[in-house]
């Protein structure tokens, strides 16, 4: 059945994204479904920051799955459509209020785990777009999903890093433990071709001042999403080392563009001058970011996919450095807003100075971004300013956004 979905077609390929409901995740899926032949299946946990409108132009009434033991499903059943029934589950983290939440909009088919591969192979027999609800360290999945697929992507983390210093847990299991469960269903699925694994430059820690990292340099991380995206990182590493298993890691530098979660900070800006709300910008305002536009970094990733080599690292960056500053006086000057909007807030604890990358690898491949950070930035605000009914949803509406902002902007002002 396999062969006949994913080999019969010539250059035909399926490819798991795990995080295709994120900022980059949903872009490489938008990227990819440009492609004729290619198919796709997301893995993806609705975590706060996963956005089925990310991906809305692709869903319907039949590829949203989400596999539950045959237990689990008559009771999540109640548990929805009873407002008085409580239902508690002991698999991985399943927090079945947010997913309902996060659906609401949505046709959720519930079906039984052991019908998963079936499902997925009938739905991609029709379309060429299968979103399924799990949790990347639930391995009867990942065992599933990599049985029927030829590359994976792996962008699936918790990525934020004052979260990770306000409480690490969620960091450690789903970046460290998770992608150790996707390489262990790695080793046990030799039909997987390609296995990328999207690590970060935070990974190298602070760059000092000339200093542009080398993907042989140490990495030394120095917060806990740095730490914990670097044990993800080694953990490929040591895999492909160990069982030559076939991975690929990049590293990308800081990405921005439309769909970003409006906590981090170009879409924290962009959305609070649109109202007229205070940027709240860290320490004395010069950290340096070296900032690139999501689509350049995802047709990056597609080029690795094609041309990379198979246990080699390859950064992803833009060589577009900017103090954070500049970066918010950019934007109030774009949107013609007040400088005075500006709020200088303490600092984030251990906060990096400064990322800078060496991407002559990559550029060796036949890449390099094509988007300049001034462009890339007025596309952004443009987005921003014309899909506000996306970001007010969530800045508006979700008990989650308002939590963290409430703790960490309201309570750090100076
Ligand atoms: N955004 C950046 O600037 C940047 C730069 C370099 C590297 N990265 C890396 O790229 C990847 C994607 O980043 P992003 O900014 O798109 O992140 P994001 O926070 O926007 O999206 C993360 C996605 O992963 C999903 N997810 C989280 N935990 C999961 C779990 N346990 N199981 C299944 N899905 C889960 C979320 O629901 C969400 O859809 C991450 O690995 C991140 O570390 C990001």
């Known amino acids: 059945m396999l062969d006949s979905i994913t080999r019969g077609f010539k250059k035909a390929k399926t490819f798991l994204v795990t995080g295709g409901a994120g900022f980059m995740g949903s872009e490489f899926v938008r990227q990819k479904l440009k492609n004729l032949n290619d198919r796709i299946i997301v893995l993806d946990f609705l975590t706060y920051a996963g956005n089925l409108d990310n991906l809305k132009e692709f869903l319907n009434e039949e590829n949203i799955i989400f596999p539950l033991e045959q237990e689990a499903i008559l009771n999540v059943k109640r548990y929805w459509e009873n407002e008085n029934f409580s239902y508690e589950i002991e698999r991985i983290d399943y927090d079945f209020e947010r997913i309902r939440y996060k659906t609401k909009d949505y046709k959720v088919t519930l079906i039984r785990l052991n019908e998963l591969q079936e499902k997925v192979l009938e739905i991609l027999k029709k379309q060429k777009f299968v979103f399924v609800i799990g949790n990347i360290m639930d391995k009867k999945i990942t065992n599933i999903l990599f049985n029927i697929s030829d590359i994976i992507v792996h962008y699936a983390a918790e990525t934020h890093v004052d979260r990770s210093i306000i409480d690490a847990d ?6 460290i433990y998770g992608t150790y469960i996707l390489l262990e269903s790695l080793r046990k699925n030799k039909n997987v071709e390609k296995f990328i694994h999207v690590s970060t430059d935070e990974v190298y820690g602070p760059a000092p001042e000339g200093v542009s990292f080398k993907e042989t340099d140490p990495i030394n ?3 806990p999403y740095s730490a914990s995206k670097a044990s993800a990182d080694r ?3 040591a895999y492909h080392n160990t069982y030559g298993v076939p991975i690929i890691i990049v590293r990308p530098s ?10 981090k900070a170009i879409p924290l800006f962009i959305t609070n001058a649109l109202e007229d709300k205070p940027l709240p910008l ?30 080699e690292v390859y950064n992803i960056g833009a060589s577009q450095e900017i103090q954070n500053i500049k970066m918010a006086n950019k934007i109030l000057e774009i949107l013609n807003k007040p400088k005075d909007l500006i709020k200088f807030t303490k600092d984030r604890l251990g906060h990096d100075r400064r990322y800078s990358l060496n991407w002559n690898k990559i550029k060796g491949l036949g890449w390099k971004p094509e988007i300049d950070f001034e462009i890339g930035l007025e596309k952004t605000v443009k987005w921003y300013k014309e899909n506000q009914e996306w970001w007010r949803k ?6 989650e956004y308002k939590k963290f902002y409430q703790l960490y902007y309201n309570r750090r002002k100076e």
């Open 221 to 223: 991380p120095k917060n």
């Open 170 to 175: 969620s960091f450690i299991k789903t970046d």
């Open 282 to 311: 860290y320490g004395d305002g010069k950290n340096v970011r070296d900032w690139l536009y999501v689509e350049d970094c995802c047709r990056a990733i597609d080029l690795v996919i094609e041309k990379g080599e198979i246990g």
């Open 394 to 399: 969530i800045k508006e509406k979700s008990l």
């Open 254 to 263: 800081n990405n921005y563009g439309p769909y970003q979660y409006p906590e």
């Open 235 to 237: 953990l490929c590493s």
